[in-house]
């Protein structure tokens, strides 16, 4: 009798698996304390941060998210294997190490290869796609691209990335130059009220953006407005010394101001600023930066991106900058806490009412003279779902007919087969109404009070992520939902809106908007075969 779960992987491949799981041990960073090359990977990508912002070419939306989305992901392997494998503690080094320099840019070049080949074996192991062996090199088999579209259009469409200026202007620019000392190689500046609030209102704009929640949501020791306040703080502190050491190498500052690359307040000092500059109570702020210290939560491991305070010994945290300044501060909070058994069930209890919050935006833009909207229980039918939501036009007689969903973006390979999961259930969803539909059932035609001479038109408004190819259904649309609100807005005709989304206009176009690039990836003597979206945009892509 075959096992029950057989492996869907070959032995060769699995002992290639783990060749590339181990290729990180051969670093030298990973004898070092945790506190030196810890330090020195975080430094290492401040510098791919600033490099980019003196290169002279167009710093475009989408080449800055491209940028961020790689290294902090990128970033998330090698922080990793230095947690788990350095002695802990030591002490931050303050100058620039050409040999330790150069090891900190091959452990990031291996994080980043090192996930995409954890993809390719993660979708081959749930059986999603094949590899093929030839030689040294893997080969994926896997149509993800034949309607890549669907991929391109979760990465051009980013409602929150922000198009404030990183590097300071007008007060804040004026309050940094004339704080900043430069000595040789190292730069200081006096971090005051008056700069951090100059600072905050550059970073503040991008932040509210970013925070789509209520504020009130009461978790076990502070709100979500408690955390908002005190990211503001963090992050206009992170802005401010990224800025203070661009001005300080304009100012002549040699080695690029390395040493003092990333802030390195002591934990009581960020304790007592972060209370002062935000506003909010010590006791609270030591909850959440607690919550935000990397490697307070490890399963199933810590995540930069979630936890990007570190702490490089029990006195010393290390701040990179543009850690903080290009993260998705609320979204990475709402994974944290369903990380933490605590808050994990507070979480959950408040999740319900995100459909209540998206259903609420679409009814307040709607025009109440010409369109009309339902949403709930289809009474006498207990073999249907209910209705998020339904907007009908009875002029056209069109009805547009909602599945809301508004879950975390998934940002790795299991997250994504998870979310595509709950895709799933909504789309078939709206597939049994529109079967109802199709055979005249009688309650779900009250509900809506439409007749069977109406158009239907499906829609999966999704709130972040809208999955790739292999989730779409011909009969369905799955739609961020910022972008459908935004053509109800801006359309007069409910049909045409229904058109627009059945003939799939809302999507990008292969060669107008991005293109596909074949990338190789390297890890030891193997080489992985695979795929990136490249945006060939300049400005944000919403077509309406």
Same mark, same amino acid.
């Given at each position: 009798m075959p096992p029950h779960n057989p492996d869907r992987l070959s032995p060769q491949l699995r002992s290639i698996e783990l060749e590339i799981d181990t290729a990180y041990k051969t670093n030298p960073l990973t004898t070092l304390s945790f506190a030196t090359a810890a330090w020195n990977v975080l430094a290492f990508g401040e510098d791919v941060f600033l490099k980019h912002q003196l290169a002279d070419e167009e710093n475009t939306i989408h080449r800055a998210a491209v940028l961020a989305d790689t290294f902090i992901a990128?970033?998330?392997?090698?922080?990793?294997?230095?947690?788990?494998?350095?002695?802990?503690?030591?002490?931050?080094?303050?100058?620039? @190490?050409?040999?330790?320099?150069?090891?900190?840019?091959?452990?990031?070049?291996?994080?980043?290869?090192?996930? $995409?080949?954890?993809?390719?074996?993660?979708?081959?192991?749930?059986?999603?796609?094949?590899?093929?062996?030839?030689?040294?090199?893997?080969?994926?088999?896997?149509?993800?691209?034949? #309607?890549? /579209?669907?991929?391109?259009?979760?990465?051009?469409?980013?409602?929150?990335?922000?198009?404030?200026?990183?590097?300071?202007?007008? /007060?804040?620019?004026?309050?940094? #130059?004339?704080?900043?000392?430069?000595? @040789? @190689?190292?730069?200081?500046?006096?971090?005051?009220p008056k700069l951090v609030k100059a600072a905050k209102q550059v970073v503040g704009p991008g932040l509210r953006k970013q925070f789509l929640l209520p504020d009130h949501w009461q978790f076990s020791g502070y709100t979500l407005g408690n955390f908002r306040l005190v990211t503001e703080a963090i992050t206009a502190m992170?802005?401010?010394?990224?800025?203070?050491?661009?001005?300080?190498?304009?100012?002549?500052?040699?080695?690029?101001?390395?040493g003092d690359s990333i802030f390195t307040p002591g934990r009581e000092e960020l304790l007592c600023r972060t209370a002062n500059y935000s506003g909010v109570e010590a006791t609270i702020v030591k909850h959440i930066l607690n919550h935000l210290t990397y490697g307070s939560v490890q399963r199933p491991m810590p995540d930069p991106a979630l936890q990007p305070l570190i702490s490089l010994n029990p006195d010393v945290f290390a701040i990179m900058p543009n850690l903080w300044l290009n993260n998705s501060a609320e979204r990475n909070l709402t994974v944290l806490l369903n990380r933490l058994s605590e808050e994990r069930a507070i979480y959950s209890s408040l999740v319900t009412e995100k459909e209540a919050l998206m259903r609420s935006k679409f009814e307040i833009s709607l025009n109440p003279n010409r369109l009309r909207s339902i949403k709930g229980e289809i009474a006498g039918a207990s073999n249907l779902p209910d209705i998020d939501l339904a907007i009908i036009d009875d002029t056209s007689k069109t009805c547009v007919l909602f599945e809301l969903k508004w879950f975390i973006e998934p940002a790795e390979?299991?997250?994504?087969? /998870?979310?595509?999961?709950?895709?799933?259930?909504?789309?078939?969803?709206?597939?049994?109404?529109?079967?109802?539909? @199709? /055979? $005249?059932?009688r309650q779900f035609l009250n509900k809506l009070q439409i007749d069977s001479t109406y158009n239907l038109y499906l829609v999966l408004a999704s709130e972040n992520w809208i999955g790739h190819g292999n989730v779409q259904n011909p009969t369905v649309a799955i739609v961020k939902s910022s972008h459908i609100l935004e053509k109800l807005k801006l359309s007069n005709n409910l049909r045409e809106t229904g058109e627009w989304l059945r003939t799939r206009k809302y999507l990008p176009i292969r060669g107008v908007h991005y293109d596909v690039t074949e990338t190789k990836f390297s890890i030891k003597n193997w080489t992985l075969n695979w795929y990136g979206i490249k945006p060939l945009l300049t400005d944000i892509f919403l077509p309406t």
């Open positions: 990128g970033l998330s392997y090698p922080l990793y294997w230095l947690y788990s494998n350095c002695p802990a503690g030591g002490d931050p080094p303050s100058h620039y @190490d050409n040999s330790i320099y150069r090891s900190a840019s091959e452990l990031l070049e291996l994080g980043g290869h090192y996930k $995409n080949f954890c993809a390719a074996f993660t979708y081959a192991s749930r059986g999603m796609i094949d590899l093929i062996i030839e030689n040294s090199t893997l080969i994926p088999v896997f149509d993800f691209l034949e #309607q890549s /579209e669907y991929e391109a259009y979760n990465r051009l469409i980013r409602p929150s990335v922000t198009d404030e200026p990183i590097l300071a202007t007008g /007060e804040l620019a004026e309050l940094i #130059q004339l704080s900043l000392r430069v000595n @040789d @190689d190292r730069f200081a500046y006096k971090l005051t992170a802005l401010i010394h990224f800025c203070a050491r661009y001005f300080a190498i304009t100012a002549g500052c040699e080695a690029s101001g390395y390979v299991r997250e994504v087969i /998870e979310k595509t999961e709950e895709l799933e259930k909504g789309v078939r969803q709206l597939l049994t109404l529109k079967r109802a539909f @199709d /055979e $005249n059932h």
